[in-house]
């Protein structure tokens, strides 16, 4: 038989289980009594969460399994994970839900991608011919598709230096609600020192970041949480807390120059009545149960009403970029701004951290650690 055929005929074969051995992986055909060479083959292997169909419950569409470990293009950058984030959009990648988002490249029937995490932090494995801007060892956080794995290929682009004062479980919080925080407060709120500024959310992952850098950035910030987490947000540095079980921002009382509204339905009304006449409303996020548009018809009608009115209504597209992963780890590193976590979970438990996130259990960022590669090249 020859060296081809040998190994397609293995391939074929219904069970295969893997053996670890030094620089790799072996997998044996378990249906065959004759373990000689013709039977074995090494392949570089890693253990991944696996997402081969959209779905709303992440216990029914995600699964831990070995996959091949990935190779890279020439301006990308092989990154040994050590740990990833969960978000509310890795709800929305999972469940491929509100449609437009296939739409955007995730993937029109089926996901795209491995999996549906994004965030992650880890050490540089390998590079590509073109890169220049890393080399192995260094440790890096930042943006990528299926960070759910052990091993990911990442674009230099989506890439930095990881701050030095951070855990690669801290740093792995930051990436995906660090930037929406940063330019939701610095480019679309341009917050400015002085200035009142409202945080609707302030408990949840980019608004307890947002906290973070409005005070940063001088402002007098009110934060807008439930009653258990109301300590949390004063934690973060808050000058005034809102619980909106108790307490109505909008009772006339108080306006603010800036609204964050971070994953809120508000009625754009109601957030109206607590803005100045030339304040502004930025909407990040925004949840409902539609599967065409998924809250986003608000976002859509700010941004009509606001060609009408004296205010500033919008909304805006976080852009993944490394200068802002850069500018958020010089904050990190200055001591203004630190991920909160509530929580960690193994690889394993991806599902459970997703279910704690869109059960509203979670207050600040949740976090996914990977332990030790099951295989190497």
Same mark, same amino acid.
């Given at each position: 038989m020859a060296a081809s055929d040998t190994i397609s005929w293995a391939f074929a074969r219904a069970v295969q289980r893997p053996y670890p051995v030094r620089?790799?992986?072996?997998w044996?055909?378990?249906?065959?009594l004759d373990p000689s060479p013709r039977t074995l083959f090494a392949v570089a292997t890693m253990t991944a969460i696996v997402h081969d169909d959209y779905g709303t419950i992440p216990e029914d569409v995600l699964r831990l399994q070995a996959v091949d470990k990935p190779t890279i293009a020439d301006d990308q950058v092989l990154v040994r994970v050590h740990a990833a984030s969960v978000?509310?959009?890795?709800?929305?990648?999972?469940?491929?839900?509100?449609?437009?988002?296939?739409?955007?490249?995730?993937?029109?029937?089926?996901?795209?991608?491995?999996?549906?995490?994004r965030s992650l932090a880890?050490?540089?494995?390998?590079?590509?011919?073109?890169?220049?801007?890393?080399?192995?060892?260094?440790?890096?956080f930042g943006i990528c598709d299926g960070s759910f794995a052990e091993y990911v290929s990442v674009q230099t682009d989506k890439l930095a230096p990881k701050p030095t004062n951070l855990s690669f479980d801290a740093a792995a919080a930051v990436p995906i609600s660090g930037l929406a925080a940063l330019q939701a407060v610095r480019d679309h709120g341009g917050v400015e020192a002085g200035q009142t500024v409202l945080i609707i959310g302030a408990s949840g992952g980019v608004g307890s970041f947002a906290v973070q850098i409005a005070k940063a950035y001088g402002a007098d910030v009110t934060g807008v949480c439930s009653t258990a987490k109301v300590d949390m947000v004063r934690g973060l540095g808050a000058d005034h807390v809102l619980d909106y079980s108790r307490e109505d921002f909008a009772d006339g009382q108080h306006r603010y120059d800036v609204?964050?509204? #971070?994953?809120?339905?508000?009625? =754009? +009304?109601?957030?109206?009545? /607590?803005?100045?006449?030339?304040?502004?409303?930025?909407?990040?996020?925004?949840e409902t149960e539609g599967r065409w548009l998924g809250g986003t018809d608000?976002?859509?009608?700010?941004?009509?009403?606001?060609?009408?009115?004296?205010?500033?209504?919008?909304?805006f597209i976080s852009s993944e970029n490394a200068a802002d992963l850069?500018?958020?780890?010089?904050?990190?590193?200055?001591?203004?701004?630190?991920?909160? #976590?509530?929580?960690?979970?193994? =690889? +394993?438990?991806?599902?459970? /951290?997703?279910?704690?996130?869109?059960d509203g259990h979670a207050r600040g960022k949740i976090v996914i650690t990977m332990g030790g590669p099951s295989g190497n090249s």
């Open positions: 620089g790799g992986s072996i044996v055909n378990a249906n065959l978000d509310r959009g890795t709800w929305h990648i999972m469940a491929g839900l509100p449609y437009p988002i296939r739409i955007a490249g995730f993937g029109l029937r089926k996901p795209k991608y491995l999996n549906p995490g880890g050490t540089v494995e390998a590079v590509g011919n073109d890169v220049t801007g890393f080399k192995p060892g260094d440790e890096v609204i964050l509204d #971070i994953g809120g339905n508000r009625r =754009l +009304s109601h957030l109206r009545r /607590a803005l100045t006449p030339k304040g502004r409303l930025v909407i990040v996020g925004g608000r976002q859509l009608r700010a941004q009509l009403l606001s060609l009408f009115v004296s205010q500033k209504l919008g909304t850069i500018a958020l780890r010089d904050l990190i590193e200055a001591g203004k701004l630190m991920p909160a #976590i509530d929580r960690t979970y193994p =690889l +394993s438990d991806v599902a459970t /951290a997703i279910r704690d996130l869109i």
